[in-house]
Each structure stands twice: as structure tokens, then as C-alpha cells.
């Protein structure tokens, strides 16, 4: 157990749809980054947030969107759904005490996303 | 354009012998680089990390190299296990942008 929680594990839902994906990072990490993995892309890396601000953003679609909250926690909201975006969307936390500086980082259980 | 390369086909050995993975990257100046492991339907797991100055490091079974003249890391598994089977991720951060970079993943199969 890596202390990342994510919720849901699962959801099924249809194209043009908007969801929303929640992430709780260990207890003392100030970073949580935001990864989406299919069969034919890898782990590709979305957003990192630190401290509530964005730090990072890879190649994060202009559909998604994803903000970090006071507590912490982490929400990643995909909107307007295509059959494309079915993934695993893991999140994942670290320390992240200095600017630029990449740390080890620690998994969530991810979240299975089916578009029908 | 830059590049994270790991064996795409699978790698079958038999328990007892050592697993040598290997991952390549080119346009990268990576300050380290990180292995992960991962099993099907859940989220990678740290396990070693080494540092552009260092050669080698070891954890328990494990031993990784990083030549940065070769753009290469291998990752070694010794005295391997059936329980040693999974996908190994290498990571590459990208220098001062907090972003991890990982590689597709080669899956291990140690054959009891």
C-alpha cells in the first residue's frame, strides 16, 4: 500500500460525458502528477500540481483539467468523453521540496475508465 | 525528438538465473533516473533510483547501472523468482520541469 488513495476505482460511462477522478496523496507530500496509461501509449505523464499551484503539464488534453486543494487532495476532470480516452488514470505523490527537482514518486491504485 | 527505449518483447527466463533489462534514451540530459515495477491493473512501484554521477546501486537482488556516455541504464534481477514477473518501467526525469518520463515497460516472465 503506497499511502495514494484514489477513488473511483472503476468508471463506466458515455462519450460526451464528464468525470471527475479524485486523489488523496500520502500523508506529508506536497506533489501529486497526474498519469494516463493505455495499451498503446504507456504512462504518460498529464499534470503536476504542488503545494495547490500547477508546476508541470505534459500532454494533458485541452478537455481535461485538474486542480489541487487546500487539503491537498487532487481532482482530475475529463469532460466531453471520446472511446479514445478509456485508460488508466493513476495519480501519484512525492515530497517535491525544490522546484524542478524530481523525486521518487508513489502510486495510487489508479482508476479504470471505460467510454462506451 | 526525445526518446525512451525499453524492449518491448518479453523477456523469459528461467528462476535462479539474473534478468538484465535495458533502457536506452536519446535527447535526454537526465540528472537520474529511476526504475519502477509493475503488475497488471495497478500502479507502478518505486524501486531503485541512481544518479547521473553514480555507476551502480544496488538494493537486495537488484543492481542498476547508468552510463550517461551510452545513454543507457540496465537493470539486473538476480537469482530470479516467479514472483519476480511483472512489467519494470525506467523513468527519466526531465531536468528542472518536476516531470517523470517513463519508458514503455518491459515484461519479465520467470519460468519456475
Known amino acids: 500500500d503506497s499511502g495514494v488513495t484514489q477513488t473511483p476505482k472503476h468508471l463506466i460511462t458515455a462519450t460526451g460525458q464528464r468525470v471527475t477522478l479524485r486523489c488523496s496523496p500520502r500523508?506529508?507530500?506536497?506533489?501529486v502528477y497526474w498519469y494516463q496509461q493505455s495499451l498503446d501509449q504507456g504512462l504518460q505523464f498529464l499534470i503536476q500540481y504542488y503545494n495547490g499551484e500547477e508546476r508541470a503539464k505534459g500532454n494533458i488534453l485541452e478537455r481535461f483539467s485538474a486542480q489541487q486543494f487546500p487539503d491537498l487532495h487532487s481532482e482530475l476532470n475529463l469532460s466531453s468523453l471520446e472511446l479514445g480516452d478509456s485508460a488508466l488514470y493513476f495519480c501519484?505523490?512525492?515530497?517535491?521540496?525544490?522546484?524542478?527537482?524530481?523525486?521518487?514518486?508513489?502510486f495510487g491504485p489508479g482508476t479504470r475508465l471505460t467510454v462506451l | 525528438s526525445q526518446k525512451i527505449e525499453q524492449n518491448s518483447e518479453a523477456l523469459n527466463i528461467q528462476e535462479g538465473k539474473t534478468a538484465t533489462l535495458t533502457c536506452n534514451y536519446t535527447?535526454?540530459?537526465?540528472?537520474?533516473l529511476q526504475w519502477y515495477r509493475q503488475d497488471p491493473g495497478r500502479g507502478p512501484v518505486f524501486l531503485l533510483l541512481i544518479r547521473e554521477n553514480e555507476k551502480e546501486k544496488r538494493k537486495e537482488r537488484l543492481k542498476v547501472t547508468f552510463d550517461t556516455t551510452l545513454k543507457q541504464s540496465l537493470f539486473h534481477i538476480t537469482a530470479s523468482q516467479p514472483a519476480d514477473s511483472a512489467t519494470y518501467l525506467c523513468?527519466?526525469?526531465?531536468?528542472?520541469?518536476?516531470?517523470?518520463?517513463f519508458g514503455q515497460g518491459t515484461t519479465l516472465q520467470v519460468k519456475p
Open positions: 500523508s506529508g507530500d506536497l506533489s
Open positions: 501519484a505523490s512525492s515530497v517535491a521540496r525544490h522546484r524542478g527537482f524530481t523525486d521518487t514518486q508513489y
Open positions: 535527447n535526454y540530459s537526465p540528472a537520474y
Open positions: 523513468a527519466l526525469d526531465q531536468s528542472n520541469t518536476g516531470k517523470l518520463i
